[in-house]
């Protein structure tokens, strides 16, 4: 931003249609001088440089150094960093039955949270038997000592009853005195992608990108089926409903061919162990 308005300009002359030609210096490389490598910003860089401004902003608001935040958008209008949505694959209940049914118990938990808890990779991981009420199934995303949350707020999470069976039988397996529902080091953290790939092979299941990520928004769109989207918001830990919407819901296929009322059979390939 200094790079671009220089640090002499006052912040309460900064409007709306500066932040659009900022947001197209970034797009365009014409602010690369300013950063010590030179290069290129991608459009998730640029944006993540316009959401830091936007939150810059919004303290000097709140502190009454400017009217407004020109960085915000009003309600239904489109971000000035926005890029169209892109498509991502839909987990179907046969692929996700394939995965747990080839892969070992830590990784099998690790799905499961993730396809039935819409929990982020580093929340699964971090997840603690402390924080699991099996009276009310329900689970409880907190901050620890040593990790914290990627929106810092701790928030509820469902257990629905596949998820239930599953934490039951590790627990009962659990080492006495172990806290974590997936121990530390049973994920090769660095590996995942490459794991996951060989699970996929061994499942006869498609690789599809961000296996975690993917599986996370399965969920959601499964959830936005049946419950309001403010709800689905809450448990997706999301600021938002319009993050929600834009980023994370999707029309599965199986919801084009219900209003066709067309059956389809689902093919995976069957591959051996050896």
Known sequence: MLGYFNPTRRIDTITKLDTALFKAALAKGELSHVNTRETTLTSATVDLHLRNARTMFEYAEGWG????????????????????????????????????????????????????????????????????????SRLTIIANDEWQPKDKEPRIVPIVPALRTMLLEAFDLAEPGTDKVIPDGAIAVKNISRDFSVLCERAGVKRYAKPLHTLRKTCLTEWAREFPQHVVTTWAGHGKEETTSEYYLQVSEQEFDKAAGIERKEKTKSLSLQ
């Open 65 to 136: 150094f400017v009217m407004f935040n020109p960085f915000k958008r009003k309600k239904g209008e489109r971000a000035i960093n926005s890029t169209p949505a892109k498509s991502w694959h839909i987990v179907t209940d046969k692929e996700f039955t394939r995965l747990i049914e080839y892969t070992k118990p830590a990784w099998r938990l690790l799905l499961a949270l993730c396809r039935h808890a819409a929990l982020r990779r580093g929340e699964a991981l971090n997840l603690q038997w402390g924080q699991i009420d099996w009276e009310q």
